[in-house]
Structures are given as structure tokens and as C-alpha cells.
């Protein structure tokens, strides 16, 4: 029997690590009591522990290296300030497009789950879900679906990472990220770095925007909560209010235009081949003819079996050579790159999608024991007790078993499989009734040859064929996998380049590529997310000065107007709020601007504290 006890490893490292925070930060406490001494040094560095689960660092070594760096000689250029004045002021733009897009996504993502925590508990509101996707395809917008042949378009850098997060055969817009149950455990490491690398980059944003306005930055930090990392700057709030509306608008959406911009840096040196071309100078050897393993988990069944730095170069019947021409427009189908391939076909396709033709299989090898087409989502291979006995279906018939109408087929699967040459593979049954190409394989059984491929009605599991070289040498192996193909991507990590020198770590590069796809999904996410108009969120901020600024407008076109029909020696009805110095005094809402920023913020808040509700209930279910 199985123990249950390594599912609570995770829970328990968990707990260990926060009660060893817990006692050193009160041993520490405790040590630094009294000592009047340190005053100048905790200023600089403060560690405190807001809760047993919430740990911040503090300091103010780095207020003069923003300040220094915002306002250097360079910075004081007319052209280099009104450049970077204008790069901001893009940002501001930017902020309200994402602000206006992630309205939509909650939308979507809350009327989604909706329908389908409506479906669970057995009420019809899964018609509503329906309804969004007619829009979206009225409204020309892509939707993917496992189930379905994927389109071009799909096969962007953020949607493999969604793909590879999701595992699902119809991925909800939005999926909380939890360690151990939505992200893959071996990844831990590069969530939390590229977390804490988006964050730091988020709020580095504020602090440069801040400094190019002359405001004081108070200090910076980091913190953990939980599990999840994050930073945060303290700017001086008098000088913040007192700041110009257009100036506080640039440093409220700096940090999201700060990740959009990493998003875009990484995108491009990634799709334009750039990390690839860095470590190709660096000791590394580019693999054209497929990808090379880098790295299997230990609780993959695959480990110890394919060899590191193997070069896999075929996937059923599709080669993952980007120059390999076959019968099939495999660019158009699956990528342009080998690592493109690899991905697509182990996420985004079926048995159907990869191979070309079917098997030759005797009937009189059926091997029928009533339980290996059993088939469903908790077994989704059959419920057979041998485990090499698997359920097929004849390859000329729809892509959806239907067991009622079609008469269960179980073969040994090595034995149909491993003789895949090109002469027991077919298009129909006449292509087994051939005697001259099968007569040493069925002798006197010919009749009752058919052409058949595993059965694979769920996208959650199904048969793979594996082609590779060992590494320095062109022998073909083939290996059998039975099982989901995302667990497969997922634990076996493969990259396009090879070591040249053995002292070089092979991991590092699918490693840093890895990394790159999480920085560019978490800039993404902080992207649109931030922009929120909601509760603690920078978008809360931003849509009141939106506000203010449309109201400070129309009140100086109205005094305007009053100021041109007043006589020339009546006192003027509009006094110009903006001072000499630069700065402005704070400008309440109107009554009408406060019910609308109100009740816009409070709506989007309320959406978003469902999807994220609904989320977990999902997982729950």
C-alpha cells in the first residue's frame, strides 16, 4: 500500500521554516533589547515580523542610488529628460489600455467560473459560458482547447507557460498559482525568483518615477507572506500630494510599465534567438536535428531510462527537425523550433494529431479481459490489471470512442507498436491484407488483420512514441510512454543547446529558459493585474487621478470661458491652482467623481475577489 505521507512533506517544510523565522526573529528581538548603540544601524536595515506568516526587510542603503541615478548629469540633458519624461508619459497610456483589457478578463474569467461552478452542482448555468465563447469567436478572438487541432497563433511564449501551469483540457482565464497543486513542484525555485525579480523591477519603477518628480524616497523593502514574495517602496506622502496630477499618474503607473517593458525585453531576446546566440558564445553547441534532455525528474517514470543529453529527434510520427520535410506542413501544425514541437505536441495534441497511420494488429491477438476500454477521466488508460494490455480503436474511425457502437480491442502494446516500420503501417484495414509485406507476421491470418491506434479519448492520457540517439551516437531507440503527456512535459526538461565541455552544467540552459517564460507570464500578470481599478491595487490610485484630471479640466475650460465674458476689470472667477514652485495642494473629488470612482472601485473588487474565490473552489471540487 501507498503511504500518504510524502503528500504532507510540502506542508510540513512549510511549517518547519516559518517556526524556525519565528524563534530567530525572537531570539533576535531578544538580543538587540536594550542595545542603544545599533540606533544608526537598525535605521539602515530593519527586519521585523509583521505576523508569524508575514516577514519584511527594510532599509535605506539605497534612497541616494535611485536619487543618484534620476537625477544624474546624463538625466539633466534636455533631450535624455525629455525622453525619459515621454517614456513615462507612455506609461501612463499603457497602464489605462491594461487597466481597460484586465476589466475584460475579469469579466470573462468571472462569468466562466461562474458557469462552471454552476455546471458541478448541476445547474444549467454552463449555457452562459457558451454564450462568451460565441462572442469571442464573433469577435474574432482565439480560444484554445486541447481537444481541438491548435491553431498558429496559439503557440505564443505566454500560452505554452499557461498551457504548462493549466494541464487542463479547457484552461479558466484565470488559475490561482499554488505550489504543489497548480504549479509543479521542481519549478518552485524559478517562482520564486522570477516573483521576486518582477516585483523588485515593479516597485524599482514607483522609486525612479518618484525620484525624476523630487520625491523623496523613506525606504524599500522586501517581504514574504506565506509563500509568495513581493516588494514595496515608502515615498514621502506630503511631497507625493503636493506633486502635479500628470507627475503623480507617472509614478502611480510606472511599475506596471516597468513590467511591460521587461515583458516585451524578455519576449524579444528570447523569440529573436538572442539567450540562445549568449550561450552559444559561452560553451554551448545549438542541436538542430531535435532537443536534447537536460534534466528528468526523479518520480518520472521515464527516469533512469532515457540517458542525459540524449537528442530526441522524433514524437510518434512527427519530427521535431525544424527543416524536416514530411507529409505534413509541420511548421504550420506544431512551430517553427524544435523546442516549439516538443511543447506543442505534448500539450496541445492527440493521438490523432501525430500520427500519420495506423498499426497493423491481429484480432486473433485480441486480448479482451472486459476492463481495458473501461475507460474514463479517473482511469483514463482503462482499468486493466496488466499494464501492458491497452485498449485500441480501428484508426479509420472518429477521434471519439464511442464503446457502445464499436467492439473493445485489446493488444499488447509493445507488441503492436514496437514493430511500427513502415510495412505494418496503414491507412485501412486493406493495407494489412497485403501477404506479401505480412505474411512472416500473420501466416494464415491475414484475413483478420486490421489497421488500429491506441485508444485516447481523454486528453489527460495517452501513448507516446519516443525517438532519440544516445548521446555521440546516431543509433535509433525507441521508447514507449503510457500516461499525460503534460507530466511528461513537465518532468522532462529539454533544451536546444549541448555542452561542449563536460565540466559545464547541461541543466542551465532549459534552467534559464524556464526562467524566462516565468518572468515573462509574472511581468504580464503584474501587467494587467496592478492596473486593476480595485482596493490596494495601483489601479486604484490611477483611475482617481483620472478623475481628478478630467475634473481639474473641465473646471479650468469652464473658468476659462467665465474669465473671457468677464470685463476686463472685474476680478478674475478661476484662480490657477498650479504655484510657482511646481507643486499643486490636493484637489478633492467632486461629489459625482467620488461616486463614480466608488463605485467602479468597489464593483472590480468584488469581481476579482470572486474569481479568485471561485478559483479555489474550482480546485476544491
Excluded at 11 to 19: E, M, P, S, T
Excluded at 70 to 81: E, I
Excluded at 193 to 198: E, P, V
Excluded at 200 to 220: D, K, T
Amino acid at each position: 500500500m501507498e503511504s500518504s505521507y510524502p503528500s504532507l512533506l510540502p506542508v510540513l517544510w512549510f511549517l518547519g521554516i516559518w517556526a524556525l523565522a519565528n524563534i530567530a526573529f525572537t531570539l533576535y528581538r531578544y538580543i538587540q533589547k536594550g542595545r542603544s548603540n545599533d540606533a544608526e544601524h537598525s535605521e539602515t536595515l530593519r527586519v521585523e515580523l509583521a505576523s508569524p506568516l508575514h516577514l519584511r526587510v527594510t532599509t535605506t542603503m539605497f534612497n541616494n542610488v535611485v536619487a543618484a541615478c534620476a537625477q544624474c548629469s546624463l538625466t539633466r540633458c534636455p533631450l535624455v529628460s525629455w525622453l525619459i519624461d515621454g517614456f513615462y508619459r507612455v506609461g501612463v497610456c499603457v497602464s489605462f489600455v491594461s487597466m481597460v483589457v484586465c476589466v475584460g478578463v475579469l469579466c470573462t474569467a468571472a462569468v466562466q467560473i461562474a458557469a462552471r461552478i454552476g455546471a458541478k452542482a448541476g445547474y444549467p448555468l454552463a449555457d452562459a459560458w457558451s454564450m462568451v465563447l460565441e462572442v469571442q469567436r464573433y469577435l474574432g478572438v482565439a480560444h484554445f482547447d486541447q481537444r481541438a487541432t491548435p491553431h498558429v497563433g496559439s503557440d505564443s511564449q505566454h500560452s505554452r507557460l499557461s498551457r504548462r501551469l493549466v494541464g487542463t483540457p479547457d484552461p479558466q482565464v484565470l488559475r490561482p498559482i499554488i505550489p504543489g497543486v497548480t504549479l509543479p513542484t521542481g519549478h518552485l525555485w524559478h517562482y520564486l525568483l522570477a516573483l521576486s525579480i518582477c516585483a523588485i523591477i515593479h516597485e524599482l519603477g514607483h522609486a525612479f518615477a518618484a525620484a525624476r518628480a523630487r520625491v523623496p524616497l523613506r525606504n524599500l523593502g522586501v517581504f514574504v507572506m506565506g509563500i509568495y514574495p513581493g516588494a514595496f517602496v515608502e515615498l514621502c506622502k506630503t511631497k507625493l500630494d503636493q506633486a502635479s496630477v500628470g507627475s503623480r499618474l507617472s509614478i502611480v503607473c510606472a511599475g506596471v510599465w516597468h513590467n511591460a517593458v521587461t515583458a516585451l525585453l524578455v519576449f524579444v531576446l528570447v523569440r529573436s534567438g538572442g539567450l540562445g546566440a549568449v550561450f552559444s558564445h559561452t560553451g554551448w553547441t545549438r542541436v538542430t536535428n531535435g532537443v536534447v534532455i537536460s534534466d528528468v525528474a526523479s518520480n518520472s517514470p521515464l527516469h533512469n531510462r532515457i540517458p542525459l543529453l540524449s537528442t530526441v529527434y522524433r514524437i510518434d510520427d512527427v519530427y521535431l527537425q525544424s527543416n524536416y520535410s514530411n507529409t505534413w506542413n509541420t511548421n504550420d501544425r506544431f512551430g517553427e523550433t524544435s523546442i516549439a514541437r516538443w511543447t506543442h505536441i505534448l500539450t496541445a495534441t492527440t493521438n490523432r494529431d501525430t500520427n500519420t497511420a495506423g498499426y497493423c494488429a491481429s484480432t486473433v491477438e485480441n486480448m479482451d479481459d472486459g476492463l481495458c476500454c473501461e475507460m474514463s477521466p479517473e482511469f483514463p488508460l482503462g482499468e486493466s490489471p496488466d499494464n501492458d494490455v491497452f485498449c485500441f480503436e480501428r484508426f479509420a474511425q472518429s477521434s471519439k470512442l464511442s464503446l457502445s457502437k464499436h467492439t473493445p480491442m485489446c493488444f499488447d502494446l509493445r507488441s503492436v507498436l514496437e514493430r511500427s516500420d513502415a510495412a505494418n503501417r496503414c491507412q485501412s484495414d486493406s493495407d494489412c491484407l497485403q501477404p506479401n509485406q505480412r505474411s512472416h507476421l500473420y501466416t494464415g491470418k491475414q484475413k483478420s488483420s486490421i489497421c488500429v491506434l491506441p485508444s485516447s479519448p481523454f486528453a489527460s492520457s495517452r501513448v507516446v512514441r519516443i525517438y532519440y540517439h544516445l548521446p555521440n551516437n546516431q543509433t535509433e531507440h525507441m521508447l514507449l510512454y503510457a500516461g499525460s503527456p503534460t507530466e511528461l512535459w513537465l518532468d522532462v526538461q529539454v533544451s536546444s543547446l549541448c555542452p561542449r565541455y563536460p565540466y559545464l552544467p547541461h541543466t542551465l540552459p532549459s534552467w534559464i529558459e524556464t526562467l524566462m517564460q516565468y518572468i515573462l507570464s509574472f511581468s504580464l500578470a503584474f501587467c494587467l493585474l496592478n492596473a486593476l481599478p480595485a482596493y490596494y491595487l495601483d489601479g486604484d490610485l490611477a483611475f482617481k487621478l483620472l478623475i481628478t484630471a478630467v475634473e481639474q479640466r473641465t473646471r479650468v475650460a469652464r473658468a476659462t470661458k467665465c474669465n473671457i465674458l468677464a470685463s476686463a476689470d472685474s476680478k478674475p472667477l478661476y484662480k490657477k491652482e498650479l504655484t510657482d514652485s511646481g507643486t499643486e495642494e490636493p484637489v478633492e473629488l467632486s461629489r459625482g467623481g467620488q461616486m463614480v470612482y466608488t463605485a467602479v472601485t468597489a464593483l472590480t473588487t468584488a469581481l476579482l475577489g470572486w474569481c479568485i474565490v471561485g478559483s479555489v473552489l474550482l480546485l476544491a471540487l
